[in-house]
C-alpha cells in the first residue's frame, strides 16, 4: 500500500489492474504488480492498495488432469498451462526447482477445474513435498523458483543496541500435532495405510510429546501423500513429519529495525527469502531466522517492519531452558537507552536519515576541518582535535591538561572555550584561527 496526493503528477494516471507498477532499489526491481483498490480521503489522498505479481497465478486455470512424473516437470507443466492462457505481461518463465522426490516420480490429479494458484499449492509446495515459491525478476523476466528451502544468508544482521527499534515476538503451538494417521496413494481402490507395517495400528503416536501435550491428530491435509505406494515409506515419512515439524512450536518474530544499507552502500540491504542474523540478549534471541516479509516505508525507512520465523524450536527445548538467557535492563522506551551503547532510537533514525547525504561526506567534512584547526597550533598550543563518542569535536591541549569543546557562535564561526570561558580562539572567514577574550 502507499499514499498519493492531488499535488502529484501521475494522481490521475494510477488504473487499476494494469499496467504493472514496479518498485526499484538500488536499480534493480524489488516488486512487480498491480493496483487492486484505491481509497481517497477527506484531503483527497489516495492510499492505494497493490498486489504482488505471483497472485496473477489466480488468473488462469487448470483443466482436470492425471498427471505422473518428477516433481520438476509438474512445476513446469502448470506454469507453462498458465502462460498458456494469459498476456504476455501476466507470464512467467520456469525457475530453479531443488525440491526433490526420492524416486524422482510423483502422481498428481484434479477432478476439477482450479485456478493455478490453487493447484501450485495443493499439488506443490503445500503437499507431501513441501518447499517455497520464490519470484525473481531478472533483466530477461521474471522467474518463479521452487525450492525445497531458501540458501541466501544476509550479510546485515538484526542486533540489540545496534539497528533495532522495537520488537515482538509469538510462539504459536496451534500447528503443533503429537499422533498422525497417514494415508497414501489409492491402489486397487483403496488408500494404502500403515497397518499391515504398525502392528496393525493405521496411526502413530509421539508418546513423549503425547504424555506432556495430551494426544492431538494432525489434519487430514497434513496426513496425504498421493504419490506413495509402499506402506513401508508411508510409515518412514510419516515418522519422521510427527517427530520432526509437527513436534515444534513456531516462532516469529515482528521486528521494526533500521536498514543500514540506507546509511552504507557497501552494506547488503535486508531482502525477502533470506535468512538474517537476529540476535537480542536480553530477550534470548540468538540464531538465524528467514526474512518472509517486509512492510517498507519508502518515505520514512525507520517505519519499516520485518517479519522474521521459519526457525522453528522443538517444545522440550524450550521448556528445559537450553535458550541462554542474560537478565539485561531492557529499557522501555527507546529514549532511555544512551548512545553509547551504539543504540539507535526512532527519534535520532529520522534525524539521521532527513540529514543524512553520504558517509564519506561528512568524514571528510570532518577531516578537514581537524587538519584546518591542527594547522594552527604553533600559536595556540593546541595540537589534537577529535569526535568523541558522544558525537561533539572537543580540542585537546598539548599536554593533555586541558580539554575544551569546539562549538560555534552566534556569528556562525567555530569557537573554542577554555574552562574558565575567558579565552577564545575562532575560525574567521579565511580559515585562520584568531585569539580572543571573552566577554
Known amino acids: 500500500m502507499f499514499d498519493v496526493y492531488d499535488d502529484n503528477l501521475n494522481y490521475n494516471s494510477i488504473r487499476k489492474l494494469y499496467p504493472i507498477i514496479s518498485v526499484m532499489r538500488d536499480r534493480r526491481t524489488i516488486f ?62 520456469v ?63 538484526i542486533r540489540f543496541a545496534e539497528n533495532i527499534i522495537s520488537l515482538s515476538q ?11 494417521r497417514p494415508t497414501g496413494a489409492e491402489v486397487d481402490g483403496v488408500k494404502i495405510d500403515i497397518s499391515t507395517v504398525n502392528d496393525g495400528k493405521t496411526y502413530l503416536v509421539n508418546e513423549e510429546k503425547a504424555a506432556e501435550y495430551g494426544i492431538i ?32 512450536l513456531s516462532e516469529t518474530y515482528e521486528i521494526k529495525a533500521v536498514d543500514l544499507h540506507l546509511t552504507d552502500e557497501k552494506i547488503e540491504a535486508l531482502n525477502i527469502c533470506e535468512y538474517v542474523s537476529v540476535e537480542s540478549k536480553p530477550h534470548g534471541i540468538k540464531g538465524k531466522y528467514l ?25 522440550s527445548d524450550m521448556d528445559s531452558g537450553t535458550v541462554a538467557q542474560e537478565t539485561v535492563f531492557v529499557p522501555k522506551k527507546v529514549s532511555e537507552l544512551e548512545n553509547d551503547t551504539r543504540y539507535i532510537s526512532e527519534i535520532q533514525v529520522g534525524k539521521i536519515l532527513s540529514d543524512y547525504t553520504k558517509t564519506e561526506d561528512m568524514e571528510n567534512i570532518v577531516k578537514t576541518l581537524i587538519k584546518q584547526l591542527g594547522g594552527n597550533n ?40 577554555s574552562d574558565d570561558d575567558a579565552v577564545h580562539y575562532f575560525i574567521d572567514e579565511n580559515g585562520h584561527l584568531i585569539h580572543g577574550i571573552g566577554e
Not at 504482488?52 to 516433481?71: I, Y
Not at 491435509?221 to 498421493?226: A, C, K, Q
Not at 516479509?293 to 522443538?314: K, N
Open 32 to 93: 512487480k504488480g498491480r493496483v487492486i483498490a484505491d481509497k481517497r480521503n477527506f484531503y483527497n489522498g489516495k492510499t492505494v492498495e497493490a498486489e504482488g505479481k505471483l497472485a496473477f497465478f489466480n488468473d488462469s486455470c487448470m483443466e482436470p488432469f492425471s498427471f505422473q512424473g518428477s516433481p520438476k516437470d509438474l512445476f513446469s507443466m502448470l506454469i507453462e498451462n498458465h502462460n498458456a492462457r494469459v498476456m504476455p505481461w501476466q507470464q512467467f518463465k
Open 291 to 315: 526474512l518472509s516479509r517486509a512492510e517498507i516505508a519508502i518515505t520514512y525507512p525507520q517505519q519499516s517492519i520485518y517479519y522474521l520465523g521459519a526457525s522453528r524450536r522443538v517444545l
Open 170 to 180: 509469538e510462539m504459536d503451538a496451534t500447528e503443533t500435532y503429537t499422533a498422525i
Open 217 to 248: 491428530f494432525a489434519p487430514e491435509d497434513e496426513s496425504v501423500w498421493d504419490d506413495v505406494t509402499l506402506p513401508e515409506n508411508l510409515l518412514r515419512k510419516a515418522h519422521d513429519k510427527l517427530y520432526g515439524s509437527m513436534a515444534a
Open 95 to 157: 525457475g530453479n526447482v531443488t525440491v526433490q522426490d526420492n524416486n524422482d516420480y510423483i502422481v498428481r490429479s484434479s477432478e476439477n477445474v482450479i485456478n493455478t494458484w490453487t493447484a501450485l499449492k495443493e499439488k506443490c509446495f503445500k503437499s507431501s513435498l513441501g518447499g517455497h515459491i520464490r519470484i525473481r525478476y531478472e533483466p530477461d523476466g521474471d522467474y518463479v523458483d521452487w525450492l525445497e528451502d531458501y540458501t541466501e544468508i544476509s550479510t546485515q544482521g
Open 378 to 417: 604553533e600559536s595556540t598550543g593546541w595540537y589534537a582535535f577529535e569526535v568523541r563518542e558522544d558525537g561533539h569535536l572537543w580540542a585537546v591541549s598539548e599536554r593533555e591538561t586541558d580539554v575544551c569543546p569546539v562549538s560555534i557562535n552566534e556569528d556562525g564561526h567555530l569557537v573554542l572555550v
